[in-house]
């Protein structure tokens, strides 16, 4: 703890010289100057996207690996229980992480088109990370009780096993239930949304001013389910159907959109298709009995 804590204390101390050192080496400076040029680039953009992306589905992949071969190793060493404890620690340390790595590969600053488009891709993955990481907490939670378990009282193994064993699937059926019970009413407010914008033109003035507060009482609800998150009720730890700019800049069109529907087809009919792009992101997940 000390050797940590104090390679921290080092950092901010050790970045002066490294900064001082590349200022006359000349290839670092055109390294530098490259990926700056590059960083800003679409292209490179998507690129990157896609390698965090990657990056994701192999951490994932290869938890769900680890997790199957040290079953194994415990099935054939049961004895060696303090060395299984602490191949066990990787376990925790992904249940803890793994939905922050999912956070930070999430594409960032994309076209807002990509991100409605791929709206449905981005809960995927947050339903996944969240039941591999609750699954690998609840694993390390069982290998804990197996080593201070095993030795004394063998016989508690087996219905500590099946308690944690119905944990593990009480816990990843509560996620995807949140996410299909939240999609099917998130579909359902925007098909009202669009319903009250549609209404807008119709009527006198007076008609128009009720039918535009009730446009904005339908969007009300709609921004309510974009910002809520679709994987947990935590929302630190949690993944929204739409990053917060997107859903603020949606909501500024909206309200341009109530305000002129008449007098600027152009952004109402933008506003349409984002909302029709919403809508179809949730049909994966409709259960009207969730």
Not at 114 to 126: G, I, N, P, V, Y
Not at 134 to 144: Q, R, S, V
Not at 229 to 249: N, Q
Not at 262 to 275: F, M
Request: charge should be positive; hydrophobic fraction near 45%; aromatic fraction near 10%.
């Amino acid at each position: 703890m000390i050797m940590f804590v104090s390679g921290i204390t080092l950092i901010p101390y050790g970045r002066r010289p490294w900064h001082r050192f590349p200022d006359n080496w000349l290839a670092w400076k055109r390294v530098e100057h490259w990926v700056t040029q590059k960083w800003d680039e679409p292209k490179w953009k998507h690129r990157w996207g896609r390698l965090k992306l990657a990056m994701w589905s192999l951490v994932v992949l290869g938890t769900v690996s680890y997790a199957w071969k040290l079953l194994r190793r415990i099935a054939e060493q049961p004895d060696r229980m303090n060395e299984n404890l602490g191949y066990g620690m990787v376990l925790m340390a992904v249940w803890a992480l793994l939905p922050l790595l999912a956070q930070s590969a999430e594409p960032k600053d994309p076209p807002k088109e990509q991100l409605l488009e791929q709206m449905s891709d981005r809960t995927w993955r947050a339903l996944i990370t969240r039941t591999v990481a609750n699954t690998a907490g609840i694993y390390f939670a069982g290998l804990l009780i197996y080593v201070l378990v095993f030795s004394s009282r063998p016989s508690l193994i087996v219905p500590a096993a099946v308690t944690l064993g119905g944990a593990a699937v009480a816990t990843g059926h509560k996620t995807w239930t949140r996410s299909r019970k939240l999609s099917t009413q998130l579909y359902r407010n925007v098909q009202t949304l669009e319903r009250n914008l549609a209404m807008v033109p119709a009527g006198g003035e007076r008609a128009a001013d009720e039918k535009r507060d009730a446009a904005r009482k339908s969007w009300d609800a709609v921004e309510l389910d974009l910002r809520t998150s679709v994987d947990t009720g935590y929302a630190l730890f949690g993944t929204p159907f739409l990053p917060p700019e997107t859903t603020t800049d949606l909501r500024v069109r909206v309200e341009t959109a109530i305000e002129a529907f008449e007098g600027d087809p152009v952004t109402t009919k933008e506003v349409l298709d984002d909302l029709g792009k919403i809508r179809e992101a949730c049909t994966g997940r409709l259960d009207s009995v969730a």
